[in-house]
Every structure is written in C-alpha cells, then in structure tokens.
C-alpha cells in the first residue's frame, strides 16, 4: 500500500559525494520519520541517519559531520547528502519510514513502517 523507492547510489572514489533519495508513493497521509540504513559485506544493518517530522536529526557516530539528511514532506521524499565519501561507507543503503496512510478501500487509518529495495553505494579508494 505504500512503496519506498531509492535512488542516486553508485559507485565514486574516496571524498567525492552522492546524494541518496527515497520516494514514497501510495494513500500517504503523513511520514513520522525517515531513517537511512546501510548494510555492509558481513556486518548487520546500522543506522545511518534519521530525521522525525519537526525535523530533528539524528547520526551515527561514523557519519557526522559528513552525512546530511533532509525531507521534503510536501514531495514524500527524504534525503541522504553524502560527502567526503570513504571506502568504509560502502554497502547497501536502505530507507525506511514510518508512514501514517489510508487502507485501500477502507476509511482504515494504519501506521506502519516500510523498507525501501536498497541502492548499492561503492567507495573506491
């Protein structure tokens, strides 16, 4: 009922940048909060980088001061500005939401949290 499609992975050499972005499409009626996940060869899934909806923001350790995200609740789309890339923050980056949204053919109001498929991010050194 609702779809996260990422977007803007790819593969850069250390310090360059990428700019990820997660689409939410379906009977949105608001996103609590978006958070960025990143899931590296042999290691589990970690936080990156969270915002809530008054737009507080949230890092990891690793990527502070490096990582930016943002929202546009208008567009249902959040954001992860990645720079000064290094070879340590390859991997699969995920986005995840917490959605506020209509069940089809329902006057049902659920939330729930959805997952996005993954973009691949290749730091080459």
Not at 15 to 23: D, I, K, P, V
Not at 38 to 44: D, H, L, P
Not at 45 to 55: C, T
Not at 93 to 122: D, K, L, M, P
């Amino acid at each position: 009922q609702v779809q996260l499609v990422e977007s803007g992975g790819g593969l850069v050499r250390a310090g360059g940048s990428l700019r990820l972005s997660c689409a939410a499409s379906g009977s949105i009626i608001n996103i609590n909060t978006i958070g960025w996940y990143r899931q590296s060869a042999g290691k589990e899934r970690e936080l990156v980088a969270s915002i809530n909806l008054p737009g507080f923001t949230n890092y990891s350790d690793s990527v502070k001061g490096r990582f930016a995200i943002s929202r546009d609740s208008a567009k249902n789309t959040g954001y992860l500005q990645m720079n000064g890339l290094k070879a340590e923050d390859t991997g699969v980056y995920y986005c995840n939401a917490e959605v506020v949204h209509r069940i089809t053919s329902s006057f049902r109001i659920e939330t729930a949290n959805y997952w996005g498929q993954g973009t691949q991010v290749t730091i080459s050194s």
